[in-house]
């Protein structure tokens, strides 16, 4: 494994010819710091797989790094407006959930609303109607709280593919079941 001078732009150089050692060496030395340093915005799980993104990000755009670059400064960059994203995401997510709440809040404080076996079986029937790739990610995201990392390990494929399953399966459940969203909106994303 090589050392890894960040002032060398021989390291830069090597990285862009595809270099996988040096990546390697790139993957070590900075893997746990920025794990650390995105801790101190989001939850460890999530600095891991924020940071596991951004490394991917590298290794698949080293071409366009340039050997006065700073991969220090720009990992470091990425992996906090990562983390600000992640956390405007949730903000905002935060916010629909409050709106709908308040939307359906007579629906939702009906004791029948969650005895609505007819809602749940149009859910249902809509998951398994899912290609099995697709239901399968969403299932293990949505209903086992498995991250993106997690479900990936398990079934061998990247988590941007895993990432790119689970949004297909949300916007094909969208059409399906448009005319139930409101009231289904609650129960998918929570």
Known sequence: MRTIDVNNSNAIR????????????????????????????VELVESEELVQDVMLWLWENRQALIPELSVKSL??????????????HRKIKEEVHEKFREKF????????FYEREELMQLLSDAIRRLPEEYRQAFEWNRFKNLTYN???ELTGVSPKTIAYRI???????RIELKDYLPLLLWIIIH
Request: net charge negative; hydrophobic share 40%.
């Open 167 to 173: 949004t297909q399966a949300l916007k094909i459940l």
């Open 150 to 152: 997690e479900i990936a």
């Open 14 to 41: 090597l990285l862009k010819e595809g270099d996988e050692a040096m990546f390697d060496s790139f993957y070590l030395h900075y893997y746990s710091k920025l794990c650390a340093f995105a801790s101190q915005y």
């Open 75 to 88: 990992l470091f960059t990425m992996v906090k407006n990562k983390c600000l994203n992640r956390i405007e």
């Open 105 to 112: 809040r007579q629906q939702f404080e009906d004791p029948d």
